[in-house]
Nanobody
Framework: QVQLVESGGGLVQAGGSLTLSCTAS????????MGWYRQGPGNERNLVAV??????????NYADSVKGRFTISRDNAKNTVYLQMNSLKPEDTAVYLC?????????WGQGTQVTVSS
């Protein structure tokens, strides 16, 4: 069983920055995938960024819409994944959900609201 707790959402003006954090508790390893999805008004969940690691090497994937603006990182000692979001746009407004894939099971956090005003 894995629990995910997010923090760091809020209201920001377009062009601003926010950093999201998600800490996992339970049985999770550095090689397990962790990351972020976002859920819009239509309740669809879309990938934002995910990351895994092997030793000191990290592997990250990003949605095309956030490449160059968002950076995902991970502190395995703290079981924490971060999402640094820069140059935010109104279309980035969504509930951001932390995600972990452990032993072929997907875990989700409760979500944190990010609102970008124009």
């Amino acid at each position: 069983q894995v629990q995910l707790v997010e923090s760091g959402g809020g209201l920001v003006q377009a062009g601003g920055s926010l950093t999201l954090s998600c800490t996992a508790s339970g049985r999770i390893f550095s090689s397990d995938v962790m990351g972020w999805y976002r859920q819009g008004p239509g309740n669809e969940r879309n990938l934002v960024a995910v990351i895994s690691s092997r030793g000191s090497t990290f592997y990250a994937n990003y949605a095309d819409s956030v490449k160059g603006r968002f950076t995902i990182s991970r502190d395995n000692a703290k079981n924490t994944v971060y999402l640094q979001m820069n140059s935010l746009k109104p279309e980035d407004t969504a509930v951001y959900l932390c995600y972990a894939f452990v032993l072929n099971f997907a875990y989700w956090g409760q979500g944190t609201q990010v609102t970008v005003s124009s």
